[in-house]
């Protein structure tokens, strides 16, 4: 079955502090994503990697393929980074969906 | 650029009812999606289509029935509404297959 596990489910941390979620799935992958869901509810995409690291501002992003691994990283956490992390893969070559990982709840305190 | 804009925000039906929740992008995406959003669950697919006129069904599709007559819009029906489709709906769309996804604002949907 092609899970997608991600850890810790809920994360409290001070503001400032350097921040890591991570995703775990079970079977290779052709894509990984990252998602943002606010309070409010919207969704908003991070990033998308297939292999390596990426990093847009304070979000860096990093997949190891052969440990079926990818981690996100915050750092210098801010109050406004409080949301929903969801990591979502698309197993397989041509594979037309995503599978999604519960999300990790991040509170970060001022 | 409005991107992915989803209508409406909130509903409440009664069951049995019927309802269409609306999905329009502006991006000229191929690619649309329709997923639900379940306390202690992760976004579970309902339906695809990788193009006007095609469509396919995802993890969860029973209840639901959608259409793609024009790439810009992919509206979701729910033919006659259970408590159990109680839910957020969220939409997407991509360029193609290994692209970025762009979600809609999510429509919450209570059924009594």
């Known amino acids: 079955k092609n899970e997608v596990e991600q850890s810790p489910q809920n994360l409290t941390a001070q503001e400032g502090e350097f921040i890591t979620i991570n995703c775990s799935y079970s079977?290779?992958?052709?894509?990984l994503h990252w998602l943002q869901q606010h309070p409010g509810g919207g969704i908003v995409s991070l990033f998308m990697l297939s292999s390596g690291k990426k990093k847009h501002g304070r979000l860096i992003a990093t997949i190891n393929i052969q440990e079926k691994h990818s981690s996100l990283h915050i750092t210098a956490s801010h109050p406004r980074d409080s949301a929903v992390y969801i990591c979502a893969v698309r197993f397989g070559q041509g594979a037309q969906k995503l599978v999604f990982g519960q999300g990790t709840r991040l509170t970060i305190n001022p | 650029n409005a991107g992915v804009t989803q209508t409406p925000k909130f509903q409440v039906l009664k069951t049995g009812q019927s309802m269409t929740l609306q999905c329009a992008q502006d991006?000229?995406?191929?690619?649309m999606s329709w997923y639900r959003q379940d306390p202690g669950m992760g976004l579970r697919l309902i339906h695809y289509s990788v193009g006007a006129g095609i469509t396919d069904q995802g993890e969860v599709p029973n209840g639901y029935n959608v259409s793609r007559s024009t790439t810009e819009d992919f509206p979701l029906r729910l033919l006659s509404a259970a408590p159990s489709q109680t839910s957020v709906y969220f939409c997407?769309?991509?360029?193609?297959?290994?692209?970025?996804?762009?979600f809609g604002q999510g429509t919450r949907l209570t059924v009594v």
């Open positions: 991006m000229n995406h191929e690619y």
């Open positions: 079977v290779g992958i052709s894509a």
């Open positions: 997407a769309s991509r360029m193609r297959e290994f692209t970025e996804a762009f």
